[in-house]
């Protein structure tokens, strides 16, 4: 006769225990991306094979492998022989919603630094991160060339082009106005889903000087703008749509009360304004909101706002928000008119 173990419930120790270790999975996933094991696991392999494979140590990164199991990304079949699982597909370089890049970049040094110095945070309300490397997150960019070239990436590759498309309809728009829109992912989507629209990207010049080949590679080239510039200062006029997708939500108050001050300057009376970016809501499934939101104040001294708090914030400077497409957990759509 088998006897049965009464199931005691975890004791407070162990859950906290493994909430304090739980950014040592994020490490190990960011490490496997870096070495690309999960580009060359095709098919269930021995360690020894993946170590051949991406030239690491067998047993150096076995551990790695089992913590990435235990995150959900791996599975180990059989013993010391692992496979991705369908979670982990996203971390192919090859897979539509690949996020590789994003949890390359996640945990660099320059973000665990400045997790090392985030007791200033809560204390003092500033962003940790100006502590820890002498400059602010964008200045540090600025000059860190093969730093800002992997944040790029992870920029491009996580997008929410799918929800910019479908929360707002350009069918009836000439001309749209990507204001600080990075590389122009999310602007050569809006092109080559519209086929009579035309764009203009404004961001710094170094940004905007490597924008080029995301238009030519989408066919859209010869419908862009490339305009240099900071959204503090005069952006092009006359547009039916001006885009800030990812900008709002990287700024404090009184910066993103300038930014917007520098779009409705720009609008016209008929003009929309349409702001991409996470909105915390009801509907979310997941502690990600919270946890991004913690990632950016610390960063950059910025906080995700929830839809109520966009309205309130876009009431100071005489814009009115319009309505939204809520998407839990992922980026929402806003549209804005003047008031």
Not at 75 to 102: C, W, Y
Not at 275 to 284: A, I, K, T
Request: charged share 20%; aromatic share 8%.
């Amino acid at each position: 006769m088998t006897s049965q173990i009464p199931v005691e419930p975890v004791p407070a120790v162990l859950r906290v225990r493994e909430l304090m270790t739980a950014g040592l999975l994020s490490h190990a996933i960011s490490v496997l991306c870096d070495l690309g094991v999960p580009d060359v696991l095709e098919t269930t392999r021995s360690h020894v094979e993946l170590a051949k494979e991406v030239n690491a140590d067998p047993e150096g990164l076995l551990p790695f492998l089992r913590a990435a199991c235990a995150a959900g990304v791996l599975a180990e079949p059989s013993r010391r022989n692992f496979e991705l699982t369908e979670l982990g597909q996203v971390l192919r370089a090859d897979d539509p919603h690949s996020i590789k890049a994003m949890c390359s970049l996640t945990c660099r040094d320059e973000f665990s630094r400045t997790w090392s110095d985030s007791l200033h945070t809560a204390r003092t309300g500033g962003p940790s991160f100006a502590v820890s490397h002498g400059s602010s997150f964008f200045e540090y960019m600025a000059s860190h060339q093969e730093f800002a070239t992997l944040f790029d990436k992870a920029m491009q590759s996580s997008a929410a082009v799918d929800n910019l498309l479908a929360g707002f309809d350009f069918s009836e728009v000439g001309h749209v106005v990507d204001v600080g829109g990075g590389r122009g992912t999310m602007l050569a989507a809006v092109l080559k889903r519209y086929p009579t629209l035309r764009g203009t990207l404004v961001d710094l010049p170094h940004v905007v000087g490597n924008a080029r080949k995301t238009f030519d590679a989408a066919g859209v080239a010869d419908r862009v703008t490339l305009q240099p510039g900071s959204f503090f200062d005069p952006i092009p006029g006359d547009a039916d749509v001006y885009l800030l997708s990812r900008v709002i939500g990287n700024w404090n108050d009184e910066d993103s009360l300038r930014i917007l001050r520098t779009v409705r300057t720009a609008m016209r009376p008929d003009s929309q304004l349409v702001v991409v970016g996470q909105m915390p809501s009801e509907n979310d499934r997941t502690h990600y909101p919270q946890q991004l939101d913690l990632y950016m104040f610390a960063l950059l001294g910025a906080r995700l706002r929830s839809y109520e708090e966009y309205q309130d914030l876009f009431a100071q400077v005489d814009l009115e928000v319009t309505g939204w497409s809520n998407f839990p957990d992922s980026e929402s759509v806003l549209r804005a008119r003047l008031s």
